[in-house]
């Protein structure tokens, strides 16, 4: 709801801070100040002639406000437009003047300065005020009548990324595209996407209906986006941490007005269970619980409708189930999926297609999507099966609305028709619902709680589980043939890595060997030299060692010479060696004449 403010204010320095405070109220437009009391009566005169919802809601009267006193102007604004509320802006916020402004007809008083959650309070208190005031003043033409109206279709995934927006956005075009009132309402409060999917911006959104206990029709017409497709949108709130004030009370109250006005609502109730979303599948006419053909999905989907049945919101064979991305080659069929969820699955199974998709999400404009589209046909005809398009062929799956009348439904044996969900008469104050029923409250009927054959369906049926297998034995075997392709391949860079190894390490034998045999050769000569680097070299590497001695009488000299093996030391070696050279001082002339 917007907040429409008519400040009253004599003074042009407190008029600016009020209207900055104004400003940064949420919901709020607050229009130009008038500086004096008959400009004021003038205004709010021209703007009832026209209309009683051209009126503001709230009128802010200042204390310096003249030439008429205060209290005497919201006296005779009271008097004069009851419709209007009225907030006495006072330096004196003393139980004296509190009384006497009741007496002539104020709301509330925000004391000077002005704080802005004291100033939040009074207008909003004073707004409420106002709206309840118009509803019994305006009759029945300016109120959203209550009761049931347009068809409700809810639309929850068992999980997310199963395609649970892109259903909703295409059953709503659909029924659209033959000539329906539509709205589509995004219920996945914390990350919805409806209006991703549909290229759209607006900063209304269904938290600015939830505070609003009456929602009159212009109210309504102020929060929904009207797309040139002729949908009229309910956005989810851009920050997400509003959607805690979106309760069920409030839920009820939007969709109930959204259903005086559209003939057709769809809403997009995501993957996580709030209390607006349980109860909006409890009011449903037909409840939508898409799953993919996969086993995390599907038991994803066995634990939805489990949750319903606890929280009584509705029962699963009063659930429409749809398989998304469905192929005829997929384990899990929609036959498998009705045994394990006990609930109806619809005929029409939505096709995988991926790349159909893909352009459409990327630019955000679904409803420019490819009419040749298989995934397109497949959720239109969808729209078919349910009814949701006037003409169509079928009979549309078991839904709220048929219980109703009284038919036993899908099944037969797990609940009687006539009093399968009961609808609307329970209230949803929240999650924590009562949990524990007797067998008989459980259903009006003879049969179990879901359904035939969902009782002993804790897991996936063990024979789809033996497929599975089946086909993951396949799987290994490709793996196996893959495996032995990649194999020489890896053999091959093992072999020149183990033999860059070999050529290093013998550099190092090399060096070390003749490292080795100078020092012993210097001390003991060339005799010492040779046995020293032998003795240092592995017998599967072919050696040859030159001990020269010291030519120049100071330095003894050793040189190794390796030949590189191919792989495997001592099998076969490579043409070329690696020599190793050193020197060590030599001792042999010292010893000699220490000896003398």
Known sequence: MTIRILPAVGDPDAARAIGGLLGQLPGVEPSAPVGDSTRLLDALAALAAASLEELPEVVLV???????????????????????????????????????????????????PLSYDELAARVQAAAQWAAGVRRHLGGGGDVAATGPGGTLVAVAGAKGGVGTTVTAVQLALAARAAGRTVALVDLDLQSGDVASYLDVQFRRSIADLAQITDISPRVLQDAVFTHHTGLGLLLAPGEGERGEEVTDRAARQVIGALRTRFELVVVDCGTQMTSAGAAIVEQADTALLVTTPDVVAVRAAKRMVRLWDRLQIRKAEETVTVVNRHTRSAEIQPQLVARATGTAVARTAIPAGFKELQPAVDSGRMQDLDAKSAVKQALWGLAGELGLVDGAQGTPPPGRRAAHRGGHGHGGQGTHGGQGSQGGDRTLPGLRRRRAIGAGQADDGDGGDAGPGTDALNEIPPSATGRFLRKRGGDRGQVTVEFIGVLPLALIVLAVVWQLVLVGYTYSLAGNAADKGARAGAAKGAAACQAAAQDDIPGSWSAEIDCPGAGDGTVYRSTVKLSVPILFPGAADFPWTVTGAAGAADETDTMAGAGQ
């Open 62 to 112: 200042h204390e310096r406000i003249g030439p008429s006193p205060a209290l005497e102007l919201i006296r005779e604004v009271a008097l004069r437009f009851p419709a209007v509320g009225v907030v006495l802006v006072t330096g004196d916020a003393g139980p004296a003047l509190y009384s006497a402004a009741m007496d002539a007809g104020a709301r509330g008083i925000a004391g000077l």
